[in-house]
């Protein structure tokens, strides 16, 4: 015959739920346990250990360890609870085991963003009654499920009455070694405060500047090399406002304690207060971990962005900084950085294309210009941009452009000349043509090389004039 922890460990769990599943109660508890607590305390072969506890994981998987026990003469009686934070969707597993009974009880509680609250309860062999307790619930306050197998009666965790079966039957009551009901029930009431404590104590509270000195810090940022400050915008639950908002779901409960003893007093008031009180807390951890909560302030893909981050890659689940500019997924540039279309970023200098202009250098078109630009594209060196024209030119001489080695003789009627060259003919009517080097202009004709202008109204040129 196979064991039964063997069977429990091949049950298939879809996360590990939230909430401490044997919690202390209040004195209706403690008229319903086998042996007084009064007696546990005087009893000077029972100590306590504190808890220990561990916080890790990653930006889309946060998962909470803790571990406490208590002796019971020669034997030891611990929980062990994990409590798992994934995007959208929480879950919390308790077990509680016997050093020489072997496992008392496992509860298992998950919910997530539009999912049902499913908590599953197996109870282990050394427990006479009931083996395993399925509930289903919308709200987290009206349940339907079965007790091994048998469908139960549709049933409010604040209703007045017990629960029965559909068939109106009442369920069988648990039977628990002798102190074992009573040990739990003490040892839950001090592992509740000491999970609140151990969260509020965990120092690896990340900040722009610590990632790299956080143990076993790991994120979907870091896995891609990007900066700190990209991954610590990527991972909100691991931020204190995320344990803060768990510490607080982790809150008293004695109300819902009470009323699960009257509803479900069959299972033992310090185990069904857990279950009882379990929609409550997984409804509490699904506020923090949905989108909008502490723990997932803005959704991006399968991961969360902080508070004041902003979405980079959905595929990735990386964000970036809020002075920060999501470059086309892949980087976050500085400000005033440029992005470029390949996802780099432009350090202090000008984007153009692909390309990264350094320093000041303008952008013509898709490339970087050591010149001037004219109506996309680089001029010549030593060339300008015409600005009535838009063209390339060497020397612009009012309406038009002179050529390369021409002078602007007149800028307002566009003329030009080529310098040692005068400019000759009828100005007035912009019939003008150039004299030969060493030929001087005189009355609209160009005198021979060595001659003088004598007479320009006549156009009387000679060698040397007579007057």
Known sequence: ???????????????????????????????????????????????SKRGRCSIGGDADHRVIKFSTARKIHR?????????????????????????????IVEITTTGGQGESVRIRVIFGPSVSGIKEMSLVSEDGQRFTGDID????????????QQVRFADGTLPPTNIYPAGVEAAIQALSETARKELRSCIRSDRQNIS??????????????????????????????????????????????????????????????????????????????????????????????HGCCESRGQCLDPNRGVCCGPDETPCHGRTCCDSPDACLPDGTCCAEGIACGNTCCAGFTPCCGDQCCATACCNGRCCNPGQSCHPTLQICCSVPCGPQCCLEGQV????????????????????????????????????????????????????????????
């Not at 739920?17 to 007084?36: E, H, K, L, Q």
């Not at 400050?229 to 931020?239: A, G, L, V």
């Not at 040692?420 to 160009?446: I, M, S, T, W």
Request: net charge negative; aromatic share 6%.
């Open 149 to 160: 197998g048998r469908d139960l009666a549709p049933f409010s965790m604040t209703q007045t």
């Open 408 to 467: 602007c003789s007149d800028p307002q009627r566009g003329i030009c000349a080529v310098p040692e060259r005068q400019l000759c003919g009828d100005l007035a009517h912009n019939r003008v043509f150039y004299c030969q080097p060493l030929e001087v202009c005189c009355g609209g004709k160009c005198c021979p090389p060595n001659f003088t202008c004598c007479d320009a109204a006549n156009q009387i040129c000679a060698v040397v004039c007579l007057h």
């Open 1 to 47: 015959m196979e064991h039964w922890f063997d069977n429990l460990t091949r049950v298939t769990l879809t996360a590990q739920s939230r909430r401490d599943v044997f919690r202390g109660v209040i004195s209706i508890a403690a008229a319903a346990v086998t042996r007084p607590l009064h007696a546990y305390a005087a009893d000077k072969q029972s100590n």
């Open 208 to 301: 722009p500047t610590n990632l790299a000195s956080v143990s076993g810090w790991s994120s979907s940022a870091a896995a891609f090399g990007c900066p700190h400050e990209m991954e610590y915008y990527s991972n909100p639950k691991q931020h204190v406002d995320c344990k803060n908002c768990i510490v607080e779901c982790y809150g008293e409960a004695a109300a819902c304690a009470a009323a699960a003893c009257i509803v479900i007093p069959f299972v033992g008031c310090a185990i069904g207060s857990d279950i009882g009180c379990s929609g409550n807390d997984i409804r509490c951890l699904k506020a923090c971990n949905n989108v909008g909560g502490d723990c997932c302030p803005i959704g991006c893909g």
């Open 75 to 103: 034997d030891t009686i611990s929980i062990d609870r994990t409590i798992t934070l994934e995007q959208q969707r929480v879950a919390e597993k308790t077990r509680i085991n016997h050093s020489t009974l072997g496992p």
